[in-house]
């Protein structure tokens, strides 16, 4: 398998080519966006809560960028989906990583890890679970 | 019978200078089409700063032993180089400085924040490096100047015939500010005309020549330009020099920019007084060895010879465009090769830059840049976020194009 076939496996062009969860909710219970300025990367989250309201029972993205970007950010949908805000809220990025699974240099993984940083944002601001260090006061998420 | 024939460069020759060329990327033969953002340096350059470290450094101007006097020869014959390499009149206007971008942030606070004010002008154009865009827009809002953009046209060419109308009702104008080549889709500018136009009006003409210098011969005195602003590392010289050319005589009634050691003529605790020009605005020890480069990056471009490196580039871009148009879904944008310098711009349809430049680098070890080209109104004015240039220069070989254009379908068959 060649570094490129490594990089851009059948599952990262499928999800690219064919985003799961791709679309917008009208009146969402969370929403954030985010981009990463370097390579205009942009993704906006929206999130809506099951009736016991901290259940995620929809969540949708808009985005454009590079099909590393947005194509992790189509498998957060499927991932999240079912789990509670708290629970994604702890969720470690190697959890993402893993199911991306590909090598990634410094650069591309802010790529692969716009999408989570947005949901957490959208999560943070409907149901107030922490942040990661130093993302306190975020007017929107810029992955610099 | 005369005959005159056009000087050719042999690629291949300039080449063996570069011992960079010997690296390999991702197990392949290096191919660098990246040199718009910074060129790869040949080692006579590289030479030249290792001998003056090893036989001539000191720090300049004060010492009084020949070590002190042999590096102050070495920065004023690389002053004198830079004099020459621009035909500007007098070496003291020659002011050392990082690279074009600090330059033209010299330019803009010293002239721009004392001399602009409420209902004053500056004019930019819409093909703006960001270099000689922000500092401009930063200076105007602090003054309450009015900022403009000149718009371009669809080949990316700039809207002369819009001059008047887009500083129509908005006051005096003070600043025009261009670029001479566009760093992105490579247009070559009529910089004489806009220096015209700029005089009629009593404004400066300040010129980011940072994307041109590598290119084509510069001659300050023909421009008609009152400032002109040069990175060395594009120009096959080192990272952390480039120089401001000013007609001494604007030079002389502005404010300092840097303040501290050598730029002064006497301090006292009252006060301090302004040495003379170039001193005046290099604050500070000099980039020394840097300079030296730069001389040895002039003398380098001088024995290949300027009409030689424009025929070249001409032929590379002519050859690229044929290519690509090849490919489908790949867009190029900007003018006809006769009105460029050796810049390709392009998208590949559906794909981001991003992917398009990492696939062209894993599988072809072929180096271009994807992203906004520090070109944000630009890429509004494309309607892209982002686009993917290759650019080309002294030591770019044809056999590069087709590796580009190759990768280029890999990448619509990845994204197929």
Not at chain 2, 88 to 97: D, K, N, T
Not at chain 2, 186 to 206: D, F, K, Q, Y
Not at chain 2, 354 to 378: F, K, N, S, Y
């Amino acid at each position: 398998v060649s570094e490129m076939e490594e990089l851009y496996r059948e599952v990262i062009l499928d999800h690219y080519k064919n985003p799961r969860g791709h679309g917008e909710l009208e009146e969402p219970d969370a929403a954030a966006e985010g981009q990463n300025p370097l390579c205009g990367d942009e993704v906006s989250i929206f999130v809506a809560f099951g009736g016991d309201g901290e259940t995620i029972e929809d969540v949708r993205f808009r985005g454009r960028g590079c099909a590393i970007s947005q194509a992790s950010t189509s498998m957060l949908m499927e991932m999240v989906k079912g789990r509670t805000a708290a629970d994604v809220a702890e969720m470690n990025r190697d959890e993402l990583l893993e199911e991306v699974g590909i090598p990634l240099t410094p650069i591309r993984l802010k790529c692969a890890l716009l999408g989570l940083g947005v949901l957490k944002v959208a999560l943070h601001r409907a149901k107030g679970t922490p942040l990661p260090e130093g993302w306190d006061g975020l007017d929107e998420l810029e992955l610099t | 019978m005369a005959v005159t024939t056009e000087r050719r460069l042999d690629a291949e020759r300039i080449r063996a200078d570069f011992r960079i060329f010997g690296e390999r990327s991702h197990g392949k033969p290096l191919a660098y089409l990246d040199s718009a953002a910074s060129s790869q340096k040949p080692r006579q350059v590289l030479e030249a700063m290792t001998r003056f470290y090893e036989t001539s450094y000191a720090n300049v101007h004060r010492g009084v032993y020949e070590l002190a006097a042999r590096a102050t020869d070495g920065l004023e014959t690389a002053r004198e180089k830079v004099r020459a390499f621009v035909n500007a009149p007098a070496a003291r206007e020659i002011i050392f400085v990082r690279n074009a971008t600090e330059a033209l942030n010299l330019i803009a606070y010293s002239w721009g924040l004392n001399r602009l004010g409420p209902g004053d002008v500056v004019l930019v154009t819409e093909l703006e490096h960001h270099s000689n865009y922000v500092p401009w827009q930063y200076v105007a809002g602090r003054t309450e100047a009015d900022f403009r953009m000149l718009p371009l046209d669809d080949q990316g060419e700039l809207r002369l015939d819009l001059l008047d109308e887009t500083v129509a009702g908005a006051g005096h104008v003070k600043v025009v500010a261009t670029g001479y080549v566009s760093n992105s889709l490579g247009t070559v500018n009529p910089v004489e005309r806009l220096s015209e136009w700029a005089h009629e009006r009593g404004a400066i003409m300040v010129c980011d020549a940072a994307q041109a210098a590598p290119h084509r011969r510069i001659d300050v005195q023909s421009l008609g330009v009152d400032f002109l602003a040069v990175s060395g590392h594009k120009m096959l010289g080192p990272s952390g020099i480039g120089f401001l050319w000013g007609r001494a005589a604007l030079l002389q009634e502005m404010e300092p920019f840097l303040l501290g050691g050598h730029m002064i003529r006497k301090v006292g605790y009252e006060a301090t007084t302004w040495g003379d020009l170039p001193a005046k605005f290099e604050a500070g020890t000099s980039p020394m060895a840097e300079a030296v480069g730069l001389g040895a990056a002039i003398d380098y471009l001088e024995e290949v010879g300027f009409e030689a490196i424009e025929r070249h580039e001409r032929e590379l871009v002519t050859y690229a465009l044929e290519r690509l148009a090849e490919i489908p879904g790949v867009t190029t944008f900007g003018p006809p090769p006769e009105r460029r310098a050796g810049i390709v711009l392009f998208d590949v349809e559906g794909v981001h830059p991003h992917d398009v430049a990492q696939i062209l680098d894993t599988e072809q070890g072929v180096a271009i840049r994807a992203g906004h080209h520090c070109c944000q109104p630009l890429m509004q004015k494309l309607g892209l976020p982002a686009t993917n240039r290759a650019s080309f220069y002294v030591y770019t070989l044809p056999e590069e194009i087709d590796r580009l254009a190759a990768g280029l379908r890999k990448v619509r068959e990845v994204f197929g």
